[in-house]
């Protein structure tokens, strides 16, 4: 059968077993974690590609992403918890729903993570060259190298992003050579974004160019646009779910947690919370300073984002100051209300803080990549460690030449919807894997237990569904393009590679601290 090979829960958490960490973290801690982590490349980024998709209702759309991601971080929780071990989802979908299934959530994860990573590099080339290059050193590069082609949603006279090619080529090396972010560091840059996003909506909101009429009309393309068009709020929401994902880099913080039952929820939906009202506030002072009404087409339904319509319009003086058309969206507000030198100083804070975006990005796929090469479903040479640096430098190179090529040549909206599409189907399957860990595994200690699963589950599974169906069509046919290379692949060698498929199943020995076989019935086909 072809769903028959589930990996025994057993030997994957014989890795963790003895390994039990000390619970030190509260609420608050977890809370600011949560921000720390979700605040980043989507509010700075993505703010003008949902303007365009929505107006004033990119609004409402931070509200609906937000409900949806409430739902999926308490499943995420439980089974974060529960499976404290190396995969993600991945590793999840593999102990409970079987190989095949958890193959499709690994290879959807990989293309979820090298995207967002390309998506956050564009984003970071747009900060860059407006204030590093533009405003501090007068510099201003040759269209043909700070934007991709027109024919793939760039700018006229675009050709390539040297910019983000350069950021994604950059942060790869560092990561092949084993540099790695400090935690103080991190801090500091979390700080430095919260901070820049404080000044911002305190300047905006008290602007005297702040005008309540900016807001009319609130939902110029309604709420639901149509399943696979990409616009109204829900379209809109679909594409800033960007902007929340790293939440659940708290679920994985459980095992440290104190009173989990009760911190976890606290940590998690009050980082999600606070975000979402952050967010809405930046939303409302760009929006209701320089406007955020969306470009529309002659059938009176919003450009595209990141489409060649859009930029063609954008290349109109008409357009040149809207805030849809801004590659660096925040700080371009502050400069237009007269705030240039605070507008430079956020741009600087964007320069400085993506490029760790990246790194985590670009660290987590290259690890599912490794964990997948380490079950036999990949080429084990995929995984080879170098002798002198200690990292997987193979697929981190290949890695990171598809990240920067993705990133020279695609806007940042199409690229964030695109990782959408990969991180909404993982997100679906982690529900599913709680639901049906819960009926075949009861017994199974859990620090923390999803309230209300019978809500949650199926509400994260609907609520994942429907903003996939609300990405642009060109978004959602990718995943199912992926995942048929993807299970070409399965059938052609992953399968029959299988270390599960072949009997032996993984382990690590903690007494000598080393990784042996054990030998297992092997499932049979």
Not at 112 to 141: D, M, P, Q, R
């Amino acid at each position: 059968m072809i769903l028959d090979r589930v990996k025994p829960l057993d030997a994957i958490l014989a890795a963790a077993e003895k390994k039990s960490l000390h619970r030190s973290l509260g609420a608050l801690q977890l809370m600011l974690f949560g921000i720390g982590c979700i605040i980043g490349t989507g509010i700075f980024v993505l703010t003008a590609a949902g303007a365009q998709k929505a107006g004033p209702g990119l609004m409402l759309a931070f509200i609906i992403a937000g409900a949806v991601c409430v739902v999926a971080a308490l499943c995420y929780a439980e089974i974060a918890a529960m499976i404290p071990v190396a995969g993600s989802a991945y590793t999840y979908s593999y102990a409970t729903m079987g190989e095949l299934l958890a193959w499709t959530v690994g290879w959807a994860l990989i293309l979820e993570y090298a995207i967002a990573a390309s998506a956050v590099s564009v984003g970071w080339s747009g900060y860059f060259t407006g204030t590093i290059l533009n405003e501090f050193l007068g510099i201003h590069l040759p269209q043909w190298l700070s934007a991709g082609p027109l024919a793939l949603g760039g700018e006229p006279g675009g050709l390539i992003n040297l910019p983000a090619l350069v950021i994604a080529l950059l942060v790869t090396w560092l990561l092949m050579i084993g540099t790695s972010e400090s935690a103080k560091v991190n801090a500091v840059l979390v700080a430095i974004k919260v901070s820049a996003l404080t000044a911002f909506i305190g300047l905006t909101l008290t602007s005297a160019y702040f005008d309540p009429d900016q807001f009319n009309p609130f939902l110029p393309a309604g709420i639901f646009g149509g399943f696979g068009t990409g616009v109204g709020a829900v379209g809109a929401a679909a594409t800033i779910f960007f902007a929340y994902v790293g939440f659940d880099a708290v679920s994985t913080a459980a095992e440290e947690t104190k009173n989990p039952q009760r911190n976890v929820p606290i940590g998690l939906v009050g980082s999600l919370v606070f975000c979402t009202v952050f967010y809405i506030l930046v939303a409302a002072g760009a929006i209701g300073t320089i406007g955020g009404q969306p470009i529309m087409g002659p059938n009176g339904i919003p450009f595209p984002a990141g489409s060649e319509e859009l930029a063609r319009q954008c290349a109109l003086p008409a357009y040149s100051d809207a805030l849809v058309c801004s590659n660096e969206a925040l700080a371009h507000v502050l400069r237009q209300i007269g705030f240039s030198g605070i507008g430079n100083l956020l741009g600087v804070a964007a320069f400085l803080a993506l490029p760790s975006v990246i790194l985590v990005l670009l660290f987590a796929q290259t690890r599912i990549f490794f964990v997948m090469s380490r079950d036999g479903l990949l080429p084990e040479g995929l995984s080879k460690v170098h002798p002198k640096w200690k990292t997987p430098y193979v697929v981190t190179a290949i890695t990171g030449l598809i990240v920067a090529v993705g990133a020279a040549f695609f806007p940042v909206g199409q690229l964030a919807d695109i990782a959408n599409a990969g991180t909404l189907y993982a997100f679906l399957m982690v529900a599913l894997a709680v639901m049906l860990l819960r009926k075949s595994d009861p017994d199974r200690k859990r620090d923390f237990r999803t309230p209300m699963l019978w809500f949650v589950g199926p509400a994260t599974v609907a609520g994942c569904a429907f903003l996939f169906l609300n990405l642009p069509l060109e978004a959602m046919l990718v995943l199912p393009a992926w995942s048929a290379i993807g299970l070409v692949l399965y059938f052609g060698y992953s399968r029959r590679n299988s270390h599960l498929g072949r009997g032996v199943v993984e382990v690590v020995d903690d007494v000598a601290g080393e990784e042996t076989m054990i030998p297992i019935h092997p499932p049979k086909d």
